[in-house]
């Protein structure tokens, strides 16, 4: 079966596939690991070029849509975010194992969008987004606090769920029970001192440093999903990155 590709005519022909395929990866026609049609079978459906295919699947895979599989073929990247706060913050036990935190909901309440929050999220003035209060902990002592924002429209059915049954990682939730998936995260790193509400969360001093890592993760289709603020004690921060 052939098919057109409707983007701008004005545009080169493989930003208008890679369009047309990053299209379909947001409506998940092709799910998250799974393998998308060999470059051979979209120069068929799409009647183009081998090297217009190859330009369109490049750029995709540059941007992180796609990934490739010597061997294996091309497949619709799902992001790992299970050990992202590594990078900032020492998460361990006394043996020095890495551990991912226990998630624990504090509050969850629907309510008219902050402004701050509106903006972050893209959403109209007056829109509702569903707040979660979280503490993470690690042999029940606080690590992080943290306050996470989303959309209502998109994520209305965690409003039917237990807080309990939540689990400690949140994003295969969403993706489980409201069927959004979070495909990037834009960060953003600061300092500042704690205030009275978020010192009696984590056990500090009032005044005591604490790293703020703000977080807007977005789906496939580049679109906010959620919007969340996670604190942390300075004395276990620490900033990691691979440099090649």
């Not at 057109?4 to 947001?26: G, K, N, T, V």
């Not at 010597?70 to 043996?95: I, M, Y």
């Not at 029940?140 to 606090?145: E, I």
């Not at 056990?203 to 993760?217: D, F, K």
Request: glycine share 6%; proline share 5%.
């Amino acid at each position: 079966m052939n098919y057109a590709i409707s983007h701008d005519q004005r545009l080169p022909l493989y930003q208008r596939l890679h369009d047309e395929l990053a299209a379909r990866i947001a409506d998940q026609h092709w799910r998250p690991g799974e393998a998308i049609p060999t470059e051979s079978e979209l120069v068929k459906q799409f009647e183009a070029s081998i090297g217009t295919v190859r330009k369109a699947i490049d750029m995709l895979v540059a941007e992180g849509m796609l990934e490739r599989f010597q061997g294996k073929g091309t497949f619709v990247r799902r992001a790992r975010f299970d050990s992202s706060l590594f990078r900032f913050f020492r998460f361990q036990n006394e043996a020095g194992e890495r551990r991912i935190p226990e998630g624990r909901i504090l509050r969850r309440e629907v309510m008219e969008a902050p402004t701050a929050v509106a903006a972050a999220l893209r959403l109209a003035p007056g829109a509702e987004v569903i707040h979660f209060s979280r503490l993470r902990l690690l042999d029940q002592k606080p690590l992080l606090a943290e306050s996470i924002w989303l959309p209502k429209e998109k994520f209305s059915a965690l409003l039917e769920i237990d807080t309990s049954e939540f689990g400690d990682l949140l994003y295969p939730l969403y993706e489980e029970r409201c069927g959004q998936i979070i495909a990037l995260a834009e960060e953003t790193l600061v300092a500042e001192a704690v205030n009275d509400l978020y010192a009696r969360l984590l056990q500090l001093q009032p005044g005591a440093p604490v790293i703020v890592v703000e977080r807007l993760a977005l789906g496939y289709d580049r679109q906010p999903l959620e919007w969340r603020r996670s604190r942390g004690p300075a004395d276990h921060f620490r900033y990691h990155v691979e440099i090649r």
